[in-house]
């Protein structure tokens, strides 16, 4: 059943009820904006999604012309949910690389900027050409090829936010290498681990990072730790950075800036299958050990294209910006692939929004005449803190619209956005997705779609969400809440977990048969609209970043004198969800200043610094069903301060354990 809202009313298209909507919250897309949208009004949205649904290969077909193939498909699309088999645009034939470069070039555009690169130092910018970034990646391209990289390598990058990475991401597919981005603050442990997972042949990382406050952030040192149990690495490629001294393994170890400088500048793109792997990007598994996440060529790439033009009604003179790390999913469909395909002019940015002052984002946004700005609700969080003083003393008149991305936004924060960001002038898109979907599923079109404070809004094109039961059965009508699933295919949509496909099936397709399950819970409210209730696993949502409990309570567990740990998520104003750990010390162990702060260097060490527990509390025990299954739902409401709706603790080995949990006092 499909609600989709039209003018004032909500349509049930299979049985034509509607409902008006009457809500003082909801705001309207202003009239400036309609007149050359993509999207231009309502009516035209339900128009477009009600085609996409009822003929979704020939729409997907019709979307494809976008991305320019050496090949057709012969098929468009063969999915089994119940296999968990996805295939889009089956033997089509293209190049990531090319389309995000080359065609732009060949088209004349080979002068518009492409990449503008924002340092951590506001006095440090560069911006490069779809010309001058065409050589650099057929440059380091035959680069790789020298380290003898093939189609179908697995490349590791292990950098911050310098324009080398784009680079490099752009020189793998053009290659037909497989890249995984890992997220510069992760630890030389889980940088080994995602190295070892998909046996990567060579490494690419520089001398040290920058980041706000933080100089010379050990990235070589780091890499070199993990690097002692790799055994798949032949090489590493090393960018100069800071120019600080580091240790270079001879044999091993090259500088990017020695081995471009006379590679040629003759580097053909590779025709690559639509369905070759285009990356693998690791995100928390419950189960404690990440999941490489495997996207394809073809399908990815339209996907990412379409979403990008589509949702922030991009047109070719449009400066964009995604603030996301490009070591995230946000950073590779909305910084990388989907801008630079459309042939648009994206920001890099290196910074933090805090440095040099809490003004900084707002100065990026008026020095380079920002149209699209995309950010995270915790970065407005922060922000708004620090009250209205440094936005007010920018100008912003470039900002178009407004987008936020990572976890669900709460209506004080969506408001404040609304009105002194964007000066009750500029759409706000609330997009919901997931790493494992290539790209954005629900989201208002900013011409299109009235929205509501904290509302993902809508479907986009060619999505159809559903909301289950716990014993899988379709909850149809508004005004309902349950499990968050997709009953059918869309071409970014994740393939495999990068050598386990069974754990694949497993986590998103075994609980439901015939539903791709998200994990998320969801409510559709009165008017047909989407709202994202949370996890409902035990993976945390903290600052955007999915992170494993069971990752946090290993790395908990490898604390001296730590007996057992159990992490839960709870309300935080700034992160939107912390981590809260609830620690076992061993018998005759004793808290203390030096066990806390082993926790904490503990899960820096084996996960980073953003996964550190915002609070620890000590406990004598953990609350166990007979079985010995910790309850965290119990945990849960303690760390919530909600222990009046506890439910029934009669099934606990011994109840008594939750009055000391309640009693307990927090340590960080």
């Known amino acids: 059943m499909v609600y989709i809202l039209n003018a004032l009313t909500i349509k049930c298209l299979n049985k034509g009820k509607s ?129 003898g990289v093939k189609k179908g390598d697995r490349v590791c990058l292990y950098m911050q936010m310098i324009p080398e990475l784009s680079i490099a991401m752009l020189a793998c597919c053009r290659i037909g290498a497989v890249h995984s981005v890992v997220f510069g603050a992760f630890s030389a442990d889980s940088l080994r681990d995602r190295i070892n997972d998909s046996s990567c042949k060579i490494l690419i990382t520089q001398d040290t990072g920058v980041r706000g406050v933080k100089n010379n952030i ?39 800036h020695e081995e471009t400088i006379n590679a040629s500048e003759d580097c053909e793109p590779v025709e690559m299958d639509s369905e070759d792997p285009l990356f693998i990007l690791y995100t928390s598994g419950s189960t404690g050990k990440p999941k490489g996440v495997l996207h394809t060529s073809g399908g990815y790439l339209v996907y990412a294209s379409y979403t990008h033009e589509i949702i922030f009604d991009y047109k070719k003179n449009d400066v964009y910006w995604c603030t996301a790390d490009i070591g995230w999913i946000t950073g590779h469909s909305y910084i990388v692939y989907g801008p630079m395909s459309n042939g648009a002019t994206t920001i890099m940015f290196e910074g933090v929004p805090n440095y040099p002052d809490f003004g900084r984002f707002w100065d990026v946004v008026d020095k380079h005449n920002v149209n699209q700005f995309y950010t995270a609700p915790t970065a407005l969080r922060a922000l708004m803190k620090e009250g209205n003083t440094w936005v007010e003393s920018r100008n912003l008149s470039s900002l178009r619209i407004l987008g936020t991305v990572g976890e669900p936004i709460k209506e004080p924060e969506w408001k404040w956005y609304n009105k002194i960001i964007g000066k009750e002038n500029c759409p706000i898109v609330d997009t919901w ?34 909301l289950l039961s716990d014993e899988g059965e379709e909850i149809e009508g508004n005004n309902r809440q349950g499990l968050l699933a997709l009953n059918t295919s869309w071409p970014g949509q994740m393939r495999t977990i990068y050598g386990d496909h069974k754990r694949f099936f497993d986590t998103y397709f075994s609980q439901f048969s015939g539903y791709y399950f998200t994990g998320d819970g969801a409510k559709r409210d009165k008017d047909g609209y989407y709202w994202i209730t949370g996890r409902v696993d035990d993976v945390l949502n903290i600052s955007g970043h999915r992170i494993g409990t069971a990752e946090v309570e290993g790395a908990i567990g490898k604390a001296n004198g730590v007996a057992e740990a159990a992490v839960v998520g709870f309300p935080h104003d700034i992160k939107g969800q912390g981590i809260y750990a609830f620690v076992t010390l061993m018998t005759g162990i004793d808290s203390s200043e030096i066990i806390l702060k082993s926790i904490i260097s503990s899960v820096a060490k084996e996960i980073g610094p953003h996964a550190k527990p915002d609070k620890v509390q000590f406990a004598p025990a953990l609350p166990k069903t007979r079985s010995g299954k910790i309850m965290r739902r119990i945990l849960r409401k303690i760390a919530e301060k909600d222990v009046n709706s506890m439910g029934d603790i009669s099934t606990l080995a011994d109840p008594s354990v939750v009055e000391s949990l309640i009693k307990g006092s927090i340590q960080v």
């Not at 790493?435 to 479907?459: D, M, N, Q």
């Open 433 to 466: 997705w997931q790493t494992e979907t290539g790209g954005i599923l629900i989201s208002p079109l900013p011409a299109a779609t009235p929205t509501k404070p904290g509302s993902a809004t809508l479907p986009f094109f060619g999505i159809n969400p559903v």
């Open 218 to 256: 050990p990235m070589k040192e780091n890499a070199d730790k993990a690097l002692i149990n790799t055994p798949s690495i032949d090489s590493v490629v090393v960018v100069k950075r800071t120019g600080v001294n580091i240790e270079m393994v001879d044999g091993r170890d090259v500088w990017w």
């Open 19 to 147: 409902i008006m909507v009457r809500d003082n919250n909801t705001y309207f897309p202003s009239s400036k904006w309609l007149e050359n949208a993509h999207v231009n009004s309502i009516d035209k949205y339900n128009e477009i999604y009600e085609e996409s649904i009822k003929d979704p290969d020939q729409f997907w077909t019709s979307v494809a012309d976008r991305i320019d193939w050496y090949k057709r498909w012969d098929k468009v699309s063969d999915v089994d949910y119940n296999k968990a088999k996805i295939s889009w645009y089956l033997n089509g034939k293209l190049n990531v690389s090319y389309n995000c470069i080359d065609r732009h070039v060949e088209s004349g555009n080979g002068d518009k900027t492409a990449i503008i690169w924002e340092g951590n130092d506001p006095s440090e910018d560069k911006k490069y050409t779809y010309s001058e970034l065409l050589i650099r990646v057929k440059k380091f391209a035959n680069v790789l090829k020298s380290l």
